[in-house]
Nanobody
Framework: QVQLVESGGGLVQPGGSLRLSCAAS????????MGWYRQAPGKQRELVAT????????NYADSVQGRFTISRDIANNSLYLHMNNLKPEDTAVYYC????????????WGQGTQVTVSS
């Protein structure tokens, strides 16, 4: 089992910045991809960014490329999402995800943290 706890969400004005954090615990060694997803009201959950373990290869949704940066602290089993130049359309619940993509496959989610971009 892997446990994921997000923090750092909140209300921010357009153009502002936020940093989301995800603390991971449990059997982290089975995980080979971690990432952030988001779900806005009335919409499906979508990928924001992922980072592979252990190589650290990153992948971003087109909508956040150049504005968001995913990073990790391996020693502390933490994942981060640095969000700059936030837009109202970034408003969503953001979820931390940990996945093992090779058989046997595992997929874990955090409880989510709300990000609201509004003036």
């Amino acid at each position: 089992q892997v446990q994921l706890v997000e923090s750092g969400g909140g209300l921010v004005q357009p153009g502002g910045s936020l940093r989301l954090s995800c603390a991971a615990s449990g059997n982290i060694f089975v995980i080979n991809v971690m990432g952030w997803y988001r779900q806005a009201p009335g919409k499906q959950r979508e990928l924001v960014a992922t980072i592979s373990r252990p190589r650290g290869i990153t992948n971003y949704a087109d909508s956040v490329q150049g504005r968001f940066t995913i990073s990790r602290d391996i020693a502390n089993n933490s994942l981060y999402l640095h969000m700059n130049n936030l837009k109202p359309e970034d408003t969503a619940v953001y979820y931390c995800n940990a996945e093992r993509t090779n058989p046997p496959r595992y997929n874990y989610w955090g409880q989510g943290t709300q990000v609201t971009v509004s003036s």
